[in-house]
């Protein structure tokens, strides 16, 4: 067991004293280091300037590192397309192409639907409109108006049958590759089971289709 | 003195807790940021708008008010009393000679409206006055009830009992009730049921010239009675109008038997039943999809001895003939029954009635006869007709 006793006027002149003498001790250290790098750069810069003057060579490299961009585009859209009047069990097909034209890829894609004006239609989510998105793995064949479209190639569904609104609404199977097109055809369904009570109702629905960047890579 | 040794920040507990977490902070600032500040792009679609038809395809049936009997060579009118202006009143019991909570006069409305619209302008409206006879009074209305026919429901009522609304002895006094607060639907106008309770000064009987229900849904229209239970004694008498329903029972107040025997051997065209369905009331614009027409019929009697009472029938649009169902020989006629107790239904698509105006006028012309013949010796007797009901089916839409 170790006591400690406090310290006397005279230890305390003693311990500064030994602090300063520690101090002076720590400068001076200090002081051999930097001399002794100002000596090794000297040399360095003499050797240096020894072999300069023999031969000469540089180079210069230039790196541009640019971003890239994200963009999704409709260059064909029947969105804007409206049905009227419609009767329960009627069906509403509009294509629509959504091309990655940027440069870099999605990773996913959503779909964000409201409707402004609102009726029935589209807040009765089981008997107002149902909304299906299928893609084509090439452009849809268009009949009509009233358009109905075929595909030619083999369709995959990007959305399965829901209610029609809704925010952030995931889709599957796009193929989401910078400068890429998807064939979408989107389609609302007026359910049979919809009563009276639907008759005479009118809502204007739009769609906006969002997408993330791919993951980040090492470039 | 004291000399306090100066410790680097670094090496100060609570300086070092502070900075972890402020690095924590700042760590997961960064993270997040760069989790959710990626590239993101958007494209917006429509608007595309959506609207529903007016009125919805679907079937609507109906019934004629107006039944004209030609059964003798000359047509006489039997139409419904409450439906029309036309001096043939509906005649009720003995009212008390003050107001009593267990007198009224009940009508049930037929059922054609299409469902889900709104109404406006709804009114009932009746015309009635005492029935006279010594020591008659006035007729007077008290109370009106507006109420759901299917259950009972009261759903407001029209009170008068401060100052009853009284004819003037036999003469008739019109009263057109706004009932638009309580029949806001066609669904309720289909579904309605208007009790009236009254007295009369005398305690004599009233005469109803007509009691009606109209109003709008992109048209006007007129609703009929189905049926009425006259309790003005006290004690309720229910009939149906006749042709209102496919009842089989053949019970007096739900058949309609024509007033003489149908010829023998041949249709005459100056001896049948017309039914005029004049009050389909479908709207302007409205796509008719399809007319259906069903009659349901039997024999007053067996005609016997291989005799069998045949028909065919016309459709008219006013005066001019749309089309003709079946001949007027036993081989092509529309249909023969020779029973007096199994009901033949005879019920025929009339394709050419596709216009709403054609629809809003239609009126049947439905020509008898007993084949090969009758009366006389071993022949088969003569007999009447017996209608069960005569419905007429409309299926339409509205853009």
């Known amino acids: 067991m170790t006591s400690v006793n406090p310290p006397t006027r005279d230890g305390l002149a003693a311990a500064g004293a030994d602090n300063k003498a520690i101090m002076r001790r720590a400068s001076f250290r200090a002081r051999k280091i930097l001399l002794s790098l100002a000596a ?8 240096g300037l020894g072999t300069f003057a023999t031969f000469t060579s540089s180079t210069s490299t230039s790196n541009t590192i640019a971003s890239g961009t994200l963009s999704l585009t409709a260059p064909f859209s029947r969105l804007g397309t409206g049905a009227s009047p419609i009767a ?3 069906t509403m097909q509009r294509a629509l192409d959504l091309s990655y034209s940027g440069t870099i890829s999605f990773a996913s894609a959503t779909l964000t639907t409201s409707a402004s004006p609102s009726s029935l239609l589209d807040t009765d989510g089981t008997n107002g409109l149902q909304i299906a998105i299928d893609k084509c793995s090439q452009a849809w064949t268009e009949a009509g108006p009233p358009y109905t479209y075929t595909c030619g190639g083999s369709i995959s569904t990007v959305l399965a049958t829901r209610a029609l609104i809704g925010s952030a609404i995931a889709l599957s199977n796009l193929t989401l590759t910078a400068g890429s097109t998807d064939h979408l055809r989107v389609t609302l369904t007026f359910p049979s089971g919809a009563d009276n009570t639907f008759q005479n109702k009118s809502s204007t629905v739009s769609y906006t289709f969002s997408g993330s960047q791919r993951a980040a890579t090492d470039q | 003195m004291r000399i306090r040794s100066r410790r680097p920040w670094c090496e100060r507990p609570s300086l070092r807790r502070g900075a972890a977490v402020l690095g924590s902070a700042l760590a997961a600032f960064v993270v997040t940021s760069l989790a959710v500040a990626g590239f993101t792009a958007s494209r917006t679609g429509g608007p595309m708008s959506v609207t529903t038809k007016r009125i919805f395809s679907g079937p609507r049936s109906t019934y004629p008010g107006d039944l004209r009997d030609a059964s003798s060579g000359a047509a006489a009118n039997k139409t419904d009393q409450l439906d029309y202006d036309d001096a043939t009143p509906a005649v009720t019991g ?7 909570a267990s007198r009224f006069y009940q009508i049930d409305f037929n059922s054609p409206r299409p469902g889900g619209l709104p109404t406006s302008s709804v ?10 006879g010594g020591g008659s009074g006035n007729a007077c209305i008290y109370k009106i009830e507006v109420r759901r026919a299917s259950n009972d429901s009261l759903l407001g009522t029209l009170d008068h009992s401060a100052s009853p609304l009284c004819s003037t002895g036999t003469t008739y006094r019109v009263v057109n009730e706004d009932i638009s607060a309580y029949v806001t639907s066609t669904d309720i106008a289909n579904d309605l049921r208007i009790k009236v309770f009254g007295y009369e000064t005398g305690a004599k009987a009233w005469n109803i010239e007509y009691a009606t229900v109209t109003g709008t849904s992109y048209s006007s229209w007129t609703l009929f009675e189905a049926t009425v239970t006259d309790q003005s004694t006290g004690a309720a008498t229910t009939t149906t109008w006749a042709l209102a329903n496919a009842e089989g029972t053949g019970a007096g107040a739900t058949i309609y ?4 025997n149908w010829p023998s051997a041949n249709p005459s065209t100056s001896r049948y039943l017309q039914f005029t369905f004049d009050h389909a009331d479908l709207p302007a614009g409205a796509v008719v999809q399809s007319v259906t027409l069903k009659n349901v019929w039997r024999d007053s009697a067996a005609p016997g001895n291989g005799g069998t009472l045949c028909n065919y029938f016309d459709v008219y649009n006013g005066a001019t003939l749309v089309e003709s169902h079946g001949g007027n020989t036993q081989a092509t006629a529309l249909s023969c029954n020779n029973s007096a107790t199994t009901w033949q239904t005879d019920t025929v698509n009339l394709t050419n009635v596709d216009t709403v105006a054609e629809a809003n006028s239609m009126t049947i012309k439905v020509y008898y006869w007993i084949a090969p013949l009758c009366g006389g010796g071993q022949n088969p007797s003569c007999v009447k007709s017996v209608t069960d ?3 007429a089916t409309f299926t339409y839409y509205l853009d």
């Open chain 1, 40 to 47: 090794l750069g000297a040399a360095a810069s003499i050797a």
């Open chain 1, 88 to 90: 329960p069990g009627d």
């Open chain 2, 94 to 100: 003995a009212w008390a000679s003050a107001f009593s």
């Open chain 2, 123 to 132: 009114n009932f409206n009746i015309k009635y006055a005492s029935k006279g």
């Open chain 2, 257 to 260: 038997t024509d007033t003489n």
């Open chain 2, 389 to 391: 009901q005569m419905q």
